[in-house]
């Protein structure tokens, strides 16, 4: 029962910073909805985020938490990655289209995978809350259970991950509408933009 619990303490952890709203989740949504590629995508952001919890939860978080410069570079890296993004969410908001095969560009499978790899490394949030967070919540297990709650988290993220990219196309009728997307990409602007003005701002 002890292992259970320590796998459900790693699952609810998990989703819990997973599911918040954020770069990784906006993007997943809008290429769901856009049908561009959403089971890679989704796979990608899963295998990052599990090789992150499994880095932090074998001792990374502690090595990350007393070296407190080594997220500058990506943080600002970050910062401007996101700004961007934010301003060309912004434009779309501002002339929306609606959701239509014909009128919608595909990316390549590489330029998408692409896309997501930076979405997620370039966030240093994603560092804090898989490194740092829950490698450190890992670390007060010992090694015989340590790996449940590692599972529990790994297996929060391929659900989410997999469920956004999928359950996407069901909300495709609603967002035949243009209106519907100025909506939706004016949430990813906002998203995208306090995201990145949060990594000036706010020191790590």
């Given at each position: 029962?002890q292992?259970?619990?320590?796998f459900?303490?790693g699952?609810g952890?998990?989703g819990?910073l997973?599911i918040a709203?954020?770069a990784?989740?906006?993007f997943?949504?809008?290429?769901?909805l856009?049908?561009?590629?959403?089971l890679?995508i989704?796979?990608?952001?899963f295998?990052?985020?599990?090789?992150?919890i499994?880095a932090?939860?074998l001792?990374l978080?502690?090595?990350?938490?007393?070296?407190?410069?080594l997220?500058?570079?990506?943080?600002?890296?970050?910062?401007?990655?996101?700004?961007?993004y934010?301003?060309?969410?912004?434009?779309?908001?501002?002339?929306?289209?609606?959701l239509?095969?014909?009128?919608?560009t595909v990316p390549?499978?590489?330029a998408?995978l692409?896309t997501?790899?930076?979405?997620?490394l370039?966030n240093?949030h994603?560092?804090?809350d898989?490194v740092?967070?829950?490698?450190s919540?890992a670390?007060?297990?010992?090694w015989e259970?340590r790996?449940w709650?590692i599972?529990?988290?790994?297996?929060?993220?391929?659900?989410w991950?997999h469920?956004?990219a999928l359950?996407a196309?069901w909300?495709?009728?609603l967002f035949a509408?243009?209106?519907?997307?100025?909506?939706l990409?004016?949430?990813i602007?906002?998203v995208?933009?306090?995201?990145?003005?949060?990594?000036?701002l706010?020191p790590?």
């Open positions: 029962m292992t259970l619990d320590i459900g303490a699952f952890l998990g819990s997973i709203i954020g990784q989740n906006a997943v949504l809008r290429q769901g856009r049908r561009h590629h959403p890679p989704a796979f990608l952001c295998s990052i985020d599990a090789l992150l499994l932090g939860s001792g978080g502690t090595l990350v938490q007393q070296t407190p410069g997220l500058f570079v990506v943080r600002w890296a970050g910062a401007a990655f996101l700004l961007a934010a301003g060309l969410a912004l434009k779309r908001a501002i002339n929306p289209a609606a239509t095969t014909e009128s919608a390549t499978l590489g998408a692409t997501t790899l930076a979405v997620s370039l240093p994603v560092y804090l898989t740092v967070l829950l490698g919540l670390g007060r297990y010992p259970t790996w709650f599972g529990g988290a790994m297996l929060a993220s391929f659900l991950f469920a956004l359950g196309r909300l495709a009728p509408r243009p209106g519907t997307w100025r909506v990409d004016g949430i602007a906002l995208m933009a306090s995201l990145g003005l949060s990594l000036v706010t790590l």
